[in-house]
């Protein structure tokens, strides 16, 4: 015996957004070295404009709301910001044009260190690379926190 089912009502709008909705609930991180640095860019404006407008009339100042959202940096930024400044400092001193042996000096042992990343980490680019170390050092500061913890806890 077999047998079949048949839609008899249609879902409603309503009940058929609610049903996709965790698929919409992603998170919205910043995926790519372009999206990072207009986020960057756009908060200095905001942060700039917000600075300029302080003494205009009460009716052209950005709110203290929007200037607080503008301003915030979570620590996941923070860390990737740290790590890809500092990859673009050691990329800038591989391709310095020095003539003087401290030069030369300074140009292969930042070659060699972006070697060693690179071996490390596989062939990446700059903010990818940044992006794996700010999750290794968040996982480690997450480890260390539970094991404190765990510690203090137990007595250990």
């Known amino acids: 015996m077999t047998v079949e089912v048949k839609q008899i009502l249609k879902p409603k709008s309503v009940e058929t957004a ?5 698929d919409r609930l ?9 999206d990072f640095l207009k986020r960057i860019k756009l908060k200095a404006q905001i942060l700039q ?3 300029a407008l302080i003494t205009a009339d009460p009716e052209y ?19 990737k910001k ?12 591989t391709t310095t ?10 140009r292969l042992d930042a070659k060699k260190d972006l070697a060693y990343l690179y071996s490390v980490y596989g062939m990446k680019d700059l903010y990818e690379l940044a992006c794996d170390l700010s999750k290794i050092e ?5 480890n260390d ?8 806890i137990l007595g250990v």
């Open 18 to 22: 609610e049903d996709e909705m965790p």
């Open 26 to 34: 992603k998170s919205s991180d910043i995926s790519s070295e372009i």
């Open 49 to 51: 404009s917000a600075h």
């Open 61 to 79: 100042r950005i709110p203290v709301d929007d200037v607080a959202a503008a301003s915030f940096e979570s620590q996941e930024d923070k860390r």
């Open 82 to 93: 740290k790590f890809y400044s500092r990859l673009i400092g050691l990329y800038n001193k």
């Open 97 to 106: 044009l020095g003539t003087s042996e401290a030069e030369k000096k300074t």
């Open 138 to 142: 968040r996982t480690t500061e997450t």
């Open 145 to 152: 926190e539970a094991t404190n913890v765990s510690k203090s």
